[in-house]
């Protein structure tokens, strides 16, 4: 009989076993382990949670009865709820600030709260209300949020219409500027203070000018083809117009200004068959100011093909164009007309010369000049001539205007013509003068622009960019190696002639980060010699400190060993990788090597670098880059120790 129980008693654990497993497979508990011991069923493992290990037990319980069942289960222990992603956006406009987010209640020592944020954007535009959305989480701030939301901060203070995105490892700034050339300054500025660490996004644009009156000119004459003025709505009308000038002999890049105000969307066609018209002269010009077209053709033209052409470009022009046009006749040798002059020199100062109708004409035209050019630089001896045609002020005060955006010029007024000559600094002077003659001198009026862009006046073009003042450190350095005291960290006064240079160069850039690294050969150990180059970084950096260099974006860092140039063998290679570099970071060329070495050319550093050739939008922060100096002479300085 007991034999027979036991029996009994196995095949039952037996198919417990299996019913309870198979079931168990198909609701996927496959972390329960089932063991059975005569007709107890002992279940072991690990559940998820609570609820997991409660189902499992009623599962096993529907199979067999409840007293048998054996609850050897363990549950997961509940892991720490993960801290939220703080992030903080803040929009500013004309209307105010918003701030929208969530930040650490504990900002830390140094940090910035709620209130201090609601402060801060407050400050930026007093007396009008600042719209706070901002709530709190009981969570330690992130290590870089500080960094980035005093970034954020900066960043708003700059940007009167702009969205700043700021998380502990990303600031996103969506903004527009009133220009282009702002824009430039604006991501050259916020990119230089960006923190490490911290993603940069920019996306910041320019709105497109609005054009009154939308002007274009453009000429062949002895000089060749060219604008005075280009201006289109599109960035595909002015491919074609630019095509167009290319095809009638325009080389170059010429500025092409795309803007609002464009008098019909048909303004491309009309502009490309009026360029067409003047190349099939040969010499001439055509003026639009809005929708009225002034075609000049040259003393060369004959009549017969100037009265093909322009019945051809009436007939081509979109119905909304009013066409005027005139062939130049060549002077006589009779007295030459009637004239008004003003000479801008240099100075500043303004001549005027030559005739005014009256004594009231005389007084506006004077009132104008002082105030266009200054009242002191203005000096007038006119003559009265009451025979002179009628909208001669006119023709004057346009002229005058027009010469006001010159740095040093000529005007010419003439019943027949008024013609600007001069010098300027601002790309976009010729097409402002155009803009100023078509629009006062109407429809049908002959003028000249003869205006040239000197870069040498133009206060954005002198200034140099990063990557210009990397170039010439790159140039002192290659001549010149910065040099120490044996085993020390003080510079040798050999080397204050190439810090005086380099002072010299970096007193006249624009703010930028940059690195100065400092590296050793590998004679001694490895710690003493990153001790060393880091404090030989930091003394070439206190160093042009006291230069009166602006210091804020440089840092000092020392690499020790690392990275060698030569061979380490060798005194020559070992005195090849004693040097200073100094890198331009955020940028997409490198500043230059401060130290080259003396044995053998150094090639540029490209090893495993990514590709700058191009840029995109947004723009992200990008990585930096070294660029080697050429070797020194043979006859370089002795060499130094590690």
Request: hydrophobic residues 40%; contains cysteine; negative net charge.
């Amino acid at each position: 009989m007991v034999g027979v129980a036991a029996a009994a008693a196995l095949v039952i654990e037996r198919r417990s076993d299996n019913v309870i497993s198979t079931r168990l497979a198909e609701e996927r508990l496959d972390w329960i382990s089932v063991d059975t011991d005569g007709l107890q069923v002992i279940l072991t493992g690990t559940a998820p949670n609570e609820a997991a290990r409660f189902r499992a037990v009623n599962i096993v319980g529907s199979i067999v009865d409840a007293s048998r069942i054996r609850d050897a289960l363990e549950v997961t222990p509940a892991s720490a709820i993960a801290a939220p992603r703080f992030s903080v956006e803040m929009l500013r406009n004309d209307d105010g600030i918003q701030l929208i987010g969530l930040m650490p209640e504990d900002a830390g020592e140094g940090g910035i709260g709620e209130v201090q944020l609601a402060d801060n954007a407050a400050a930026l535009t007093p007396g009008s209300e600042i719209v706070n959305m901002l709530e709190t989480a009981a969570y330690p701030a992130p290590e870089t949020w500080n960094t980035a939301l005093r970034f954020g901060i900066e960043a708003l203070q700059r940007l009167e219409r702009s969205k700043i995105s700021v998380a502990a490892d990303r600031v996103e700034i969506t903004a527009i500027s009133d220009s282009e050339a702002e824009k430039r300054r604006l991501e050259t500025d916020l990119r230089s203070i960006a923190p490490e660490g911290v993603e940069l996004v920019l996306k910041i644009t320019a709105p497109r000018p609005v054009i009154t009156p939308f002007t274009l000119r453009f000429i062949i004459d002895a000089d060749g083809a060219r604008f005075d003025s280009c201006s289109a709505d599109t960035e595909r009308a002015r491919t074609t117009i630019l095509a167009a000038a290319t095809a009638a002999g325009v080389t170059g890049a010429p500025l092409c200004t795309i803007g609002l105000g464009v008098p019909t969307p048909r303004w491309a066609d009309a502009v490309t068959q009026a360029i067409a018209a003047v190349a099939t002269l040969g010499e001439g010009s055509i003026t639009f100011s809005d929708a009225d077209v002034t075609l000049l053709a040259g003393t060369s033209v004959s009549q017969a093909t100037f009265d093909r052409v322009v019945g051809e470009l009436e007939t081509g022009l979109p119905d909304v164009f009013s066409l005027t046009s005139t062939l130049e006749k060549a002077e006589s040798a009779s007295q030459g007309p009637a004239e008004f002059t003003a000479n801008l020199s240099d100075a500043g100062k303004v001549e005027l010369r030559g005739r005014l109708t009256d004594e009231m004409q005389r007084k506006a035209v004077d009132a104008f000049a002082r105030a266009a050019f200054g009242a002191e630089a203005v000096y007038t001896a006119t003559r009265l001539d009451e025979t002179l045609p009628d909208g001669w002020a006119v023709r004057v005060l346009a002229g005058l205007e027009a010469l006001a955006q010159v740095e040093n010029g000529n005007l010419l007024v003439r019943s027949d013509l008024v013609e600007v000559t001069g010098v300027t600094g601002s790309q976009s002077a010729r097409s402002r003068i155009t803009q100023i003659l078509s629009g006062k001198l109407g429809q049908g009026q002959t003028f000249r622009v003869n205006v040239r862009y000197d870069e040498a006046l133009d206060p954005i073009a002198s200034i140099p960019t990063p990557e210009e003042c990397a170039a010439d450190v790159n140039a002192v350095i290659a001549r010149t190696k910065i040099t120490f005291t044996p085993a020390s960290a003080e510079i040798a006064s050999t080397a204050r002639p190439v810090l005086d240079s380099l002072a010299e160069i970096l007193v006249n850039c624009p703010p930028m980060t940059m690195e100065i690294g400092g590296y050793t050969d590998a004679q001694g150990s490895e710690g003493g010699n990153q001790a060393l180059s880091q404090a030989r970084a930091e003394a070439v950096l206190v160093a042009l400190q006291g230069r009166r260099i602006d210091v804020s974006g440089i840092t000092a860092v020392g690499y020790g060993e690392t990275n060698p140039i030569a061979d380490n063998s060798t005194e020559a290679g070992r005195e090849a990788n004693r040097r200073i570099e100094f890198v331009l970071k955020g940028s997409h060329t490198a500043a230059a090597s401060a130290d080259a070495p003396a044995a053998a050319p150094a090639q540029p550093d490209t090893e495993g670098g990514p590709d700058f050739s191009g840029d995109s939008s947004p723009s992200v922060a990008p990585t930096e880059k070294t660029i080697r100096p050429l070797p020194r002479p043979a006859d370089a300085e002795a060499q130094e120790d590690p």
